[in-house]
């Protein structure tokens, strides 16, 4: 079965760090290109970050500086490091896989993750 399974949310004060991890199974995940999306409570879903098979990275200007996406090919994983954390960034924090990397930067994804929620609050 193909899937992705995301893991590493939570609860964590302004100014604080989290990492989440998105597992592939089922499908080879280094071959496609995966994201980060997140959708918070009566908002549109955005794109987060992005990186290609070949390892072309870009980020909404909102995070640049501030989250880091990996891959880790070896473990068939894509990883999200966020650091200095907003309210803002609260949001349920999906993953996504296309094997067109232009296709995911529009949104469309062949698989998502089921999301992990991410709330940022003092």
């Known amino acids: 079965q193909v899937q992705l399974v995301e893991s590493g949310g939570g609860l964590v004060q302004p100014g604080g760090s989290l990492r989440l991890s998105c597992t592939g199974s089922?499908?080879?995940?280094?071959?496609?290109?995966a994201g980060w999306f997140r959708q918070a409570p009566g908002k549109e879903r955005e794109g987060v970050a992005y990186?290609?098979?070949?390892?072309?990275?870009t980020y909404v200007d909102s995070v640049k500086g501030r989250f880091t996406i990996h891959r880790d090919n070896a473990k068939n994983t894509v990883s999200l490091h966020m650091n200095s954390l907003k309210p803002e960034d609260t949001a349920v924090y999906y993953c996504a896989a296309h094997w067109r990397f232009s296709a995911l930067q529009m949104g469309a994804a062949t698989t998502w993750g089921q999301g992990t929620q991410v709330t940022v609050s003092s």
């Open positions: 089922g499908f080879t995940l280094n071959t496609y290109a």
């Open positions: 990186i290609s098979a070949t390892g072309i990275i």
